[in-house]
């Protein structure tokens, strides 16, 4: 790490932590440093010639970027500079509110992370913010139709102020008491402004020497104004959002409990809740609180000797029968906020005090810090009102954010009382809503209940039970349902190592009772993975689109949502498997794809992803097994029907076999090296077919090939890097469930294209896109071809692009001018490949076709398939 610094010549204040990972990691460092010294000198540039509404805009956008793709890849004197560079932009008298935006969604980037900069780094003012903002919110010429503001600019100037006010001096807090006290009238809409400036300006995370000047000068004056006034007025809840954030930094500092009963009393009756038969409020207006604010608030009031945890538990036990599934009304919005937010405030604190790196910022004194009876506590106190609240309407999901967090805390609480609901809501075929909420809640604690061996053991055991169990929710009459149980079963599928290991009983001897039943277990994987491949079998069957209404080439939503489901779990399966039972999984996929012939549509579609998916998890095996026969299925069709390539409407089982055939090829490319041959003649065969659909079909073919073989990717995505197939003596699977990741030693695996993949592709290119190029080259009025032919070669030609693009030269042509600047507007460029294509493909002709023709070009162009 010293040798890397003393290379790059700083210490990078935060890197993406993803670009070490990437093949060419070693060349990253070189052209960052190239790029941020361009950018730098640009920007100063820009600001010395005044031209910061072209290139001070073009630039902010390529430091934007920047950010985006090596993080903040610079030294910490740098990111002040750059910090000051952008706020002196921001607040710059007049400048355009376009611009200010711009340059505002920067600066946040570059303040987000508070514990790279402490106060001592930097100081911002105020006084030009509050200027800004006041000329914004407050404009008198917004009303009359004599100046408009880009949207959410108002937003965006106070999540801006949010992020600053940490840097602000330690005389701030009283200059803006001098400022803005004298607007503080109770009955004078000017209260609610200086409000609105006191929520929003005042710095609360002083460190504690300073308090004298912050919070202290104005706390108690503030508590008085807000317990004066009952009648809920609309500057409230500006006063509950500071409160709120006062209590969060300064966790420690404060005693609340004097304040405890009023603060409770205030939030219960701000949520408007109806008390008895009929809805009678007295005094009370629409206005509530923020419930993250309140939240907030009362998870900061915790810990130490606080008595808050008890009104929580009266709190929720007011609160349950409000939750019932029964019992609807305006208040279920807010209680649901409700419901999510405390787990979720509560871990987040939990965090800062147990795992958080240490930083610059206040730390929370040891005798206020949770203790694991206050975790308890907490956990039981919302157990009753989510298990309740999980079978409402709408309460499965924030039901299962909720248990997702306690579960994290608390699982041998959490999981057994989940179960408990689980299993009779399996068996029982007649309450599918119910069945829904369950699966929900059992995904979203499915990491804590396999992880937390030594809290709750018994949580691996329910597994393969569940696992099974879920497999009649693959139903094609219930939609919501299969989507449901694709969703279980891809989150098990992908924490747990599909492996045998019930030999492991007769092999090793340091197991315990407990691991020895789990590895006895483990002999049902194989054949739960061949009846859910049965069932998927059974859904794609009952999937085919025979007659339809409208137009037939796209999915309706509900069948494109299932493709993707039934694709992602199917590989999240297969991946997870060990080869004995992914050899058995795709012998049974062999049959049925080679035995069976759908429509193309939706049923073909859908077959064709499960093909995708083995290839995609064991390339070599699946290749060897399918290339050959939907080649050879295609090749003798096509040479027994000599008008096929004529035929507007082909026959379903030479599609069935074209399409699989497309998605089996987007796998790792070198694996398609020994069949290069029998590609190369499928496509050049099925290019020119005269049906939409075949040669759409074809096309794709062509791309995903060219991808194959061109492109940077990883090859394996199991939860472990290392193989699942070793000896039991060596490694043992179950110990594995559910191990999270370390990104220090992740062991990725990329596909870099070889000499000889590029060869290939070059001789794909040269037969397929030289002629099409020639063609449409020597078109002129004398020399016309059909619409639906020159369509056809334009389809080919951008189905070459998408393929190879990445490795075919930059498109090089005369630039025009549009805007005068002195200082140079170029883009900068990322290093991603470390080949080119020997011989590019007639560049220019390209160009010249693409000209020529672009009014066709953009009719065939899907722009949101090709970024895809």
């Not at 809503?433 to 055991?461: D, F, Q, T």
Request: hydrophobic share 40%.
């Amino acid at each position: 790490m010293e040798n890397r610094q003393a290379n790059l010549g700083f210490a990078p204040q935060k890197e993406s932590v993803y670009n070490k990972l990437l093949p060419y990691a070693d060349k990253i460092d070189e052209e960052s440093l190239k790029i941020f010294a361009e950018i730098k000198e640009k920007l100063a540039l820009s600001v010395a010639l005044r031209d910061v509404k072209i290139s001070g805009s073009h630039w902010v956008g390529q430091l934007t970027r920047y950010i985006k793709l090596y993080g903040m890849k610079f030294s910490k004197e740098d990111h002040v500079l750059l910090i000051k560079y952008l706020f002196e932009l921001v607040v710059m008298p007049d400048l355009e509110l376009s611009l200010v935006q711009k340059f505002a969604h920067q600066l946040i980037l570059l303040l987000k992370k508070k514990f790279l900069l402490s106060r001592e780094d930097l100081k911002l003012p105020w006084k030009p913010l509050y200027k800004l903002v006041e000329s914004v919110a407050y404009s008198p010429y917004e009303n009359h139709g004599l100046q408009l503001f880009p949207p959410n600019v108002e937003s965006v100037l106070k999540s801006l102020i949010t992020h600053c006010r940490t840097y602000f001096t330690s005389e701030s807090t009283q200059e803006m008491l001098d400022e803005w006290r004298p607007l503080l009238c109770p009955f004078d809409v000017t209260n609610i402004k200086a409000l609105h400036y006191f929520e929003f300006f005042l710095p609360t995370s002083l460190p504690p020497p300073l308090h004298d000047k912050g919070f202290k000068l104005w706390f108690q004056e503030f508590w008085n104004m807000w317990d004066s006034y009952h009648n809920s007025p609309t500057w409230e809840s500006s006063l509950v959002n500071l409160f709120a954030r006062l209590a969060h930094d300064t966790i420690g500092y404060i005693d609340w409990s004097p304040y405890l009963l009023k603060i409770f009393n205030r939030f219960l009756r701000s949520l408007n809740l109806p008390v008895g038969t009929q809805s009678v409020q007295v005094g009370r207006s629409t206005h509530t609180y923020d419930i993250n604010s309140i939240v907030l608030w009362i998870v900061s009031m915790l810990g130490g000797k606080s008595k808050a945890q008890d009104h929580v538990d009266e709190l929720f036990k007011i609160l349950q029968t409000f939750y019932h599934p029964s019992n609807l009304g305006r208040w279920n919005i807010k209680l649901s906020g409700l419901l999510m937010s405390f787990p979720k405030l509560f871990v987040r604190r939990l965090h800062r005090e147990r795992y958080k790196k240490p930083s610059w910022e206040t730390p929370i004194p040891d005798s206020h810090k949770l203790s694991e009876d206050d975790i308890t506590r907490f956990v039981e106190s919302m157990k009753p009102v989510i298990f309740v609240s999980m079978f409402s309407r709408f309460g499965s999901q924030d039901s299962a954010v909720a248990l997702r967090h306690l579960s994290n805390m608390r699982p041998e609480l959490v999981v057994p009382v989940l179960l408990e609901h689980m299993y009779p809501a399996m068996e029982n075929l007649t309450e599918p809503h119910r069945l829904i909420a369950c699966m929900n809640c059992i995904v979203a604690v499915a990491r804590p209940m396999l992880r937390s061996v030594k809290w709750y053991p018994e949580g691996r055991s329910h597994v393969l039970g569940l696992l099974n169990l879920s497999l009649p929710g693959i139903d094609p009459n219930d939609f919501k349902k299969c989507l449901v149980t694709f969703q279980m079963i891809s989150t098990f599928a992908s924490l747990v190592p599909i492996v045998d290991c019930s030999d492991a009983v007769h092999v090793r001897d340091d197991l315990s009772e407990y691991e020895k039943e789990l590895c006895s277990a483990t002999a049902q994987f194989e054949e739960f993975v061949l009846v859910f491949l049965d069932r998927i079998f059974a859904l794609i069957e009952n999937s085919a689109q025979e007659h339809v209404h409208g137009n037939i080439t796209k999915l309706n939503p509900e069948q494109s949502m299932l493709e993707v489901g039934l694709a992602s779990t199917f590989t999240s399966v297969l991946q997870q498997c060990s080869n004995p039972i992914f050899e058995a999984a795709l012998n049974r996929l062999h049959v049925f794809v080679t035995g069976r012939v759908y429509e193309t549509r939706v049923g073909g579609r859908f077959a064709a992803n499960l093909c995708r998916a083995a290839a995609k998890v064991k390339p070599e095996a699946t290749i060897n097994k399918f290339l050959p026969h939907f080649c050879s299925n295609i090749k003798h069709h096509i040479e027994t029907h000599e008008d096929i390539i004529k035929e507007e409407h082909l026959d379903d089982s030479f599609l069935w076999n074209l399409i699989m055939l497309s998605q089996v090829v987007r796998c790792n490319g070198k694996v398609l090296l020994p069949h290069k041959d029998q590609l190369l003649e499928v496509i050049t065969m099925t290019l020119h077919l005269k049906c939409i659909q075949g040669y759409e079909l074809a096309g794709q073919l062509l791309r995903f090939t060219l991808r194959a073989l061109t492109l940077h990717y990883p090859l394996d995505y199991k939860n472990i890097s290392e193989s699942f197939d070793r000896p039991f003596e060596e490694y043992l699977a179950i110990r594995d469930w559910a191990k999270p990741g370390d990104i220090d030693d992740l062991g990725m695996v990329w596909h870099e294209p070889s000499s000889e993949e590029i060869n290939f592709a070059n001789e794909i290119m040269s037969n397929v896109l030289g002629p099409e190029l020639s063609v449409v080259k020597s078109l002129s009025d004398d020399n016309q071809i059909d619409r639906e032919e020159l369509l056809q070669r334009l389809t080919v030609i951008l189905e070459c692009l998408l393929g190879a693009g990445s490795l075919l030269p930059v498109w090089k042509d005369t630039s025009y001018k549009l805007i005068d600047s002195q200082v140079p507007l170029s883009r900068f460029k990322c290093f991603s490949s470390s080949y080119s294509l020997v011989h590019p493909p007639t560049i220019d002709q390209v160009e010249h076709s693409c000209k020529q023709h672009a009014s066709q070009w953009f009719y065939r162009f899907d722009f949101d398939q090709a970024h895809t």
